[in-house]
Structures are given as C-alpha cells and as structure tokens.
C-alpha cells in the first residue's frame, strides 16, 4: 500500500494543490483574509514523517535544494489535513464485511427472510451475527410491537443461533437456539444496567437491552485473530480511501489485538487512538497503561507522552464508560418519559441509567488515579446531566493526578446528543471535549418526529457547543453510521436527510459551516486526544497526514464554507451535496502516499 525509497535526509515535495493548512483552526481561530480561508500555497514539503514548509512550490524547492528526493504532481486538486474519525468502533466496523446487513429492510417478514438467506451461505451450526436493524421504520406485520421478537426467528431457524444487533448497538435480538447457547432463559434475572425483554406470560422474546446485550455477546464465539487481522486489513484501505487517516478505535480488546497483529507485519498506515473498555481497566492498571503514551509503528516498546521520539501510530486513549444506552432503543436516559406504545403497561419508559452517578464518580477516579482519561456516553438529557456533575465531583482527582503523572486527561462526553441548555456552560467550565457524530442528527430525523423529545432542549447542539467555547470532535460512530466524512460533513452543514431534501431539516440554526466541520474532524479530534501541536493540521513539525479531494469545501458559489452564510437554502444545500460527494484521490500519511486513486 505504501512505498518510500527517499534516503533518511531527503525531503519529498508535494507540489501543485490548493493547500488548507488550517493552523487557524488549531490555533482556535479561523482565516479572515481569504475568503475560501487559503492559508498554505500550493505545496507541502516533508521529511521524516513530518511536515518540514507549506507554501509556495517554488520556495519549497529552492528551501530543499539537493536535499529534494522526489516531488509528487497534485493535479491543482485541493489539500487538507488528514481526517481522524474521533468514535469508531474499529473491528466492529470491520467485521461487519462478512455479516448479514438489515439496513434496508423494511419489514420483520423481510428481516427474517434475509437473515435465512444469509445463513444458507454458511457452513452448517455456524452463527449468523451482523444486524443492524432499525424497527423503528419496519413493517412489523401487525405485531403490536415496535421491537421484533424470537417467534419468526425460530421458525425459520430453529437450529441455527442468530444474533443481531440493532443499527445503535444497544439491542440484540437473538433467537431461541442463541439463547440457550449463551445461557440466558425465561428466568434469567435481569443484570443491573440491562434488560432481558419478556412477554406477557414471562417469557424471554429474545430482546436484550444494554448490559443484558453485552452479557450474551461474552458468551458468543469470536472470531479468530487472523479472520479480524484480515478484517481490519480491508476495513483499513477503505478509510484510509475515505480520506481518514487516523481514527480513535472505542473497541475492546479484540480490536486491539488486530492492530498489533497488523504493526507486527508492518501493515498498520493509518494512526490509532486505542480507548479501554470498562472490563479492561484492572488489566491496563497492571500493565502500566497511561493515556498519551505511545507504541511505534513496529511496536518495539512503550514511548512516554511527549517524548521526541513518539511517533502517534498507536496512542494510549482513555477509558470508556456508559451512563445511559440509546435514542432508537429507547434507553437514553431522558427527563421526559418516552411515549408509550399500544397494548404496552409497563410504568413510564425514561430510558436506562447504565451506571449511576456515584458509580461513574468512583470509576473516574479509579481511572484518573492510574493516569487514565475518561469518555463517557451520554445521549439522554439526564444522562448529560449525571455526567457533567460526576466530572465536577471528580475535579480534584484528576487535577491531582494531571500533576502527578505530568500530562493532561483531556474530559470527553461521547454522543452528548440532548443538552439542557443551561448546561451548555458546564461544558466549557469543565473542560469536557465534546465528541460528537453528525450524522446521528439526520439519520435520527424519523425518531425525532415520533419521540419527540422536549424541544426546549438543546439537541445535536454543535453550534451551541462551539459558541460556548467547548472543544469539538467529530467522528462516525462506525458501525453505527457510514464512516465517510464527507457525508458527516453535509449532516453538519444542512442537518438534513443524505439525499438533500431542505425539507427534512431539523433545527436549522444549528447548523455549523464546512469550516468547523473540517475543524472538528482534525484540530478537534487531536485535541481530543492530547495530540494538538502534533496533528491536526499542517504546520512545520507537525505529522505530514493530509488528503488530496477533488473539489474545494470551503468555496461555494452564493456562499462561503468558512462562514456559513449563503445567499439562500438552495445554494447551501448546492453546496452541501458537492460536500457530500466529493472523490478523494490521496492520503498521505507520515509522508508516504498510504492511498491513491487509480
């Protein structure tokens, strides 16, 4: 995938662009004197793995005199710095290629009918696994339920397990067979933070919610290393063709061991912030493990936070914890009861708090203790709420342990989905990192209009975020959503369905300009992990990560991706959509060309 024979003093010349350095935005500010916010030339200058010039091509070459090794011709097209998708679930997400999809089914009859198709393609006893379904747009053929259950599973398979999740991760719908494999039956107690759905009669319908979810996944056979070293390795090309060159992998343990399995072979090319998992945290206190620190590209040995040699190929990130589940599961732990749905007469449905708020006060500190950040889920009002206050009851200890361990932990909320407005403020008072993915907001659009949650909340709030001074991040939540970031891109600037109908927007003034949203996928996803200064942008010194596209985000006719402000709707959604179809014909990462179009 990657080639370079440039000798150890040698300099390559990236020559002939557009280039969008974007040191304003790491920086914290934005261009003023341009209006499609130019700032670096036409041409980037590398050695080394780092940025060394950005500027014009004819300073750069006089600037690397003799010491020129080679120059790659860029075709005019326009520079960036390399995207890192700030929430994704790696070897989810890769694996995901050899699973059965439900994404575009429409109907319960039509989800159990793919499922049996897919299974014919397996060889005999093997599990069917995959999903991501979403019954929220289903038919579910007169059912009176808006989850599926077991039924038609087991008459279509009743020997075969099938697990499924659904499109947010946070439901599993198993069958009778996958049931009794992992354990679970009709008098299973539920687990705290989970749910085992049950009939009228008691009966376990094969729902799992939350904890309950993840129990069974346990207990469900993994895949072998090489199937998920084979996996990441496909995954890896079409992110890095995406125009990602870094992502924050929230996986566990299964997505890690794939990385190393991929360093060991000198095939890793893209940079890995690698979060815990909550199971995880008493083997990373064993083994030493600190947020900042860093492995090389071969994995030799451990470099300490801010050491000259730290290359950022494999970061040590923070820890993972949950306060609440899902909008489209209905466990966001929301102020407001969701609405409750026929023959249903259950108490109110206010989601599920996963972990209270003296439970995540003692895991932050636990955390902050070894030298471990936080990033903690929240999508619920009141979940945002539990979050906020445990971060403010947990300030002395990691102040305390900032100084002990010398670096900082930066604060992060994945998802932070429904805000109370007053506590917008809190946000930038603590500190906290906002990590958010755009395109929940419009792939959300038809929850939104059923749920209707209280409007007086502030909801996918990026502007009010960024108003308010709170560092932003952007990131897919892979498998969750798609993880291309053009498309992330469009959702923030119109928060309108993908297919660009005006008519679907949701909360309009909330939009933010292509600027931001270019902003929150680098300069804010390396703050976020405590890499500012090192990537994000391209500076002298920095990481020579960056993309080549094949159309400008920030120029619009009848607008500016910089400000935002157009001359009406139909030239910002013009403009959104040639976003959200732009080509990218390279990646750089380190220097070396990682992806190229052919």
Partial sequence: MTTDSLQPDQLRLFSGGRVHSFAEAAAGSRPENHPAGASGGDSVLTAGGKVVAVGERDALRDMAGTRLGDEVDLGGRVVLPGFTDAHLHAVSTANT??????????????????????????????WVTGGRW?????DMGGSGSYQPDRRLLDEALPDTPVALWSIDYHTLWLNGAALEAVGIDDSTPNPVGGEIVRDSAGRATGILREDAATIA????????????RQNMLTAQSRWLAEGLTG???????????????????????MRVVKYLRLEELDWARAVGWRTGDQLGRTGERVRAAGEPEADGWFVRGGLKLFSDGALGSQTSHMTDPFPAHPGEDHLPNYGLPIASEDVLVEQMETAFA??????????????????LTAFERARAAAQEAQERHGRSLRHRVEHAQFIRPEEIAKYAELGIVASMQPRHCISDLHLLEALKPDPRLCAYAWKDL??????????????VEPTNPFAAMYAAMTRADISGDPATTFQS?????AWDAIAAHTSGAAYA?????TTGALAPGQNADFIVVDQDPLVADGGSGVTGEYASEAALFEHALAVRDTQVHMSVVAGEVAFAHV
């Fill in 97 to 126: 290629i050899a699973e059965v999809d439900l994404r575009q089914v429409r109907s319960l009859r039509a989800a159990v009918d793919t499922v049996a198709a897919h299974a014919r393609t397996l060889p005999p006893g093997q």
């Fill in 134 to 138: 979403d019954s929220n747009t289903w």
């Fill in 217 to 228: 996944e346990r207990r469900m056979p993994a895949l072998s290393l090489e199937q998920r």
């Fill in 247 to 269: 992502l924050h992998d929230i996986d566990g343990a299964a997505s890690q061991e794939a990385w190393d399995a991929l360093r060991a072979e000198g095939q890793q090319h």
């Fill in 370 to 387: 070894a030298g471990i950040g936080v990033a903690v889920h929240a999508i619920g009002d009141r979940a945002n709420h539990h979050v």
């Fill in 466 to 479: 960024l108003a308010a001074g709170v560092p932003l991040a952007f990131g897919s939540d892979g498998p």
């Fill in 509 to 513: 003034e909330r939009r933010i300009p």
């Fill in 529 to 533: 992990a405590g890499l500012e200064g």
